[in-house]
């Protein structure tokens, strides 16, 4: 690419491509070498590292357990994906309709869960959560239950806290699309007829579909890899990625079975974020 | 505004950096790098053991602050370039690292503390500086009587109460060994176990990461666990209702030791330090609230927040055997992983 830039003479990207090299170089020592470290000792067939061979490879992909882990960790970046997105965009939507004012107050209250650790907000749904937390405590007062909800150690209980922590993440792009949309557009689909409804699915969504795979993107890879909120809320019925690779490689040491994870949640997620962009790519071109 | 040109700026950082290493240079004569357990542990070392240390050896000690795997993992990633000068771990991660050859051997003979210690507690690669206590935790206030054994904690009323935790750590692991005897088993044996596992995780109150534990008896989660007595006295000084039982077949006991990392840059450092914990001003300190360590000095009189009378009792307690332990452990974690799984 720099030898296209130089041979057509053009000054200015021969610049751009030096001011990217620090950074270029930088992936290149700490993301390319490490990951093909762990590439290496995927292959090794021995915990203690001594033979080569596919056996971990062969381990992991040859038992059920291990494919509906895999399975798991994308079901929850899907529900996580989906759950975001069905509260985010009546929010998005508000932001759209308000003054400049209430669109301050807004963005604060959606940016103040970011400016809390994600450790705290994980404990902070425990308290919720638990038997004797505040939803089952409202829930047996108002006598809607007699014995309380079990919340905790659920996948429900585990997709409504990520909701919540990865929600910003899933806004921010949102919103931005949004206030960039054209009101006229809207106005001109009313005023040809369209019902509220059809005016949101013909020509808000697509119009902010980039905005909502970025959002989703960013949801979807942060809710698979999640390691503190799934060990945490998610408790130890519910096997994730994450949490497999720190037991294979802390505790158990077994690296290359830890890279063979490792190197699989890696490919998952960049399946999902891939799938998202051939979805963007597939609505533009209708 | 005031106006600062880049001169100013760099003879202000200058004199910063001046400034911050003064007071280097005017007083340590040493420092060491140890690895500590977060929460209580470092809490622990660092008021009362950092203090001791410089007023008796001018070392200042810069913690690092690890779970013993995380401990382990880390010096055996370094490969040979040590992140710290000392270890503190469990038997079962002390086991794993003794035969990766993380360790620099032990010469009694530079702890002047050591006469102190019983027999067995200093080892040729090992100083132990803590005992720990692991039985049955409850809540009085929820059940009539107390469970008794380990095979209660799979009976109502307490299994359905029951927090569930693996093999991951030294305390989960030799409890469930314990667990196993009482179904028949054995540490060659652990298949009676895995069956009561089995039939018992649609029924207990949660099956959960170790640390997450303490949180989710705090919280009313659970009400029955298995821990060690530190957590319960930590627990208590919280104001959690919370007993500690030693079940029929007798609480089970490991040792929390200190090693020096092989090719340690600080050793002599690393003496005086292994030195100051074991001394009976420390162990004495550490054992009070809301530290609750159980000490291990024969000069130190035991507190009776501790739920153990004397260090002698120490040696009735169950004991076992890591070298045994660990060559099973991977495969005791991939079961309980795919028995307890959803």
């Keep these: ?286 | 505004m005031t106006d600062m040109n880049r001169r100013d700026l760099w003879t202000g950082a200058a004199a910063l950096g001046l400034a911050g290493l003064l007071p280097l240079r005017a007083h340590a004569t040493g420092s060491l790098t140890a690895a500590i357990y977060p929460g209580t542990w470092e809490e622990a070392y660092r008021g009362v053991l950092a203090p001791a240390l410089k007023k008796s050896a001018d070392i200042d000690i810069a913690f690092d602050a690890l779970f013993a795997v995380d401990q382990v993992a880390k010096v055996r990633a370094a490969r040979g370039v040590p992140p710290f000068d000392c270890f503190v771990l469990d038997p079962g991660p002390a086991a794993a690292a003794m035969q990766a050859g993380l360790f620099e051997p032990i010469d009694a003979s530079k702890l002047a503390n050591a006469s102190k210690v019983p027999a067995g507690l200093i080892t040729s690669h090992a100083v132990t500086c803590n005992a720990q206590v692991v039985g049955i935790a409850y809540n009085p206030k929820k059940f009539a009587t107390p469970p008794k054994s380990w095979a209660d904690l799979f009976k109502s009323p307490y299994v359905e109460r029951l927090g569930l935790t693996g093999f991951q750590t030294t305390f989960g692991t030799v409890s469930i060994i314990e667990m196993a005897k009482a179904f028949d088993g054995s540490i060659e044996n652990m298949e009676p176990i895995f069956a009561e596992l089995k039939k018992a995780v649609a029924k207990v109150a949660a099956v959960a990461a170790p640390a997450a534990m303490p949180g989710l008896f705090q919280q009313g989660q659970i009400d029955v666990m298995y821990t060690n007595t530190n957590t319960v006295a930590i627990l208590k000084g919280r104001g959690v209702d919370i007993e500690f039982v030693k079940p029929d077949t007798g609480a089970i006991t490991f040792q929390t030791t200190l090693h020096i990392v092989k090719g340690a840059d600080n050793v002599a450092n690393a003496y005086k330090y292994m030195d100051t914990a074991i001394s009976a001003e420390v162990q004495g300190a550490l054992q009070k609230q809301p530290y609750n360590m159980i000490p291990i000095n024969k000069d130190v009189t035991l507190v009776d927040t501790l739920d153990i009378k004397s260090i002698d009792e120490l040696t009735k307690m169950v004991t076992h055997d890591w070298t045994k332990i660990n060559p099973q452990r991977a495969a005791w974690i991939e079961r309980f992983n795919k028995e307890v799984t959803k």
């Design chain 1, 1 to 286: 690419m720099a030898g296209a830039a130089v041979a057509s003479g053009g000054m200015g990207e021969r610049v751009d491509w030096r001011l990217a090299a620090p950074l270029g170089l930088t992936y290149l020592a700490f993301f390319a070498a490490p990951f093909a470290i762990l590439l290496g000792i995927s292959f090794y067939a021995d915990s203690e590292q001594t033979r080569l061979g596919l056996d971990s490879w062969t381990k992991f992909y040859g038992d059920a357990f291990y494919l509906k882990v895999i399975f798991d960790t994308l079901k929850l970046g899907v529900f996580a994906v989906a759950a975001t997105t069905l509260l985010a965009y009546p929010l998005a939507l508000l932001f759209r309709g308000v003054g400049p004012r209430a669109q301050r107050v807004l963005i604060f209250i959606i940016l103040m869960p970011l400016l809390t650790s994600v450790v705290i907000r994980t404990f902070a749904w425990i308290v919720i959560l638990a038997r004797e937390g505040v939803v089952n405590q409202t829930l047996i007062r108002l006598g809607l239950t007699v014995a309380p909800l079990n919340l905790l150690q659920t996948e429900l209980g585990l997709v409504i806290a990520l909701t919540q922590i990865e929600m910003p993440l899933m806004l921010l792009p949102l919103l931005t699309i949004m206030n960039q949309t054209d009101q006229n557009l809207v106005d001109a689909s009313r005023a040809l007829g369209a019902s509220k409804w059809r005016t949101f699915f013909r020509v808000i969504l697509p119009l902010t579909l980039p905005g909502w795979i970025a959002g989703a993107t960013l949801v979807f890879a942060s809710a698979t890899t999640a390691f503190i909120s799934q060990s945490v809320i998610g408790g130890a019925r519910l096997v994730y990625l994450p949490a497999l690779i720190w037991q294979q490689s802390m505790v158990v040491y077994n690296w290359p079975f830890a890279a063979v994870a490792s190197l699989t949640l890696l490919f998952t997620v960049l399946a999902g974020i891939t799938a998202l962009g051939w979805l963007g790519r597939f609505a533009k071109t209708n």
